[in-house]
């Protein structure tokens, strides 16, 4: 099992940052990804970033590029968001995920955290 806990999110106003953390526990060892997804309301939960666990290669979603960051701390079990230059459209849950294996389509997302609100006033 793998336990993932997220913090950081909150209100800020447009043009402003946020950086999230997702502390990972449990089978951490065995995890080939982590990543970020997000949620507005009334829509389908979306693909923000994710980071492979062991190399670091990250890869993004096309409208999340140049503004958001994935990062990791190997010795804190630990992954990062960092969100720059944030738009009312950012508003969402923000979730943090596992992979604990990948298939040809890409990571498979088998453990998810709570969620963490991040919202952007105008």
């Known amino acids: 099992q793998v336990q993932l806990v997220e913090s950081g999110g909150g209100l800020v106003q447009a043009g402003g940052s946020l950086r999230l953390s997702c502390a990972a526990s449990?089978?951490?060892?065995?995890?080939?990804?982590m990543g970020w997804f997000r949620q507005a309301p009334g829509k389908e939960r979306e693909f923000v970033a994710h980071i492979i666990w062991s190399g670091g290669a990250t890869y993004y979603a096309d409208s999340m590029k140049g503004r958001f960051i994935i990062s990791r701390d190997y010795a804190k079990n630990t992954v990062y968001l960092q969100m720059n230059s944030l738009k009312p459209d950012d508003t969402a849950v923000y979730y943090c995920?596992?992979?604990?294996?990948?298939?040809?389509?890409?990571?498979?997302?088998?453990?998810w955290g709570q969620g963490t609100q991040v919202t952007v006033s105008s």
């Open positions: 449990g089978r951490t060892f065995s995890s080939y990804a």
């Open positions: 995920a596992a992979a604990t294996a990948v298939t040809t389509t890409g990571p498979l997302w088998d453990y």
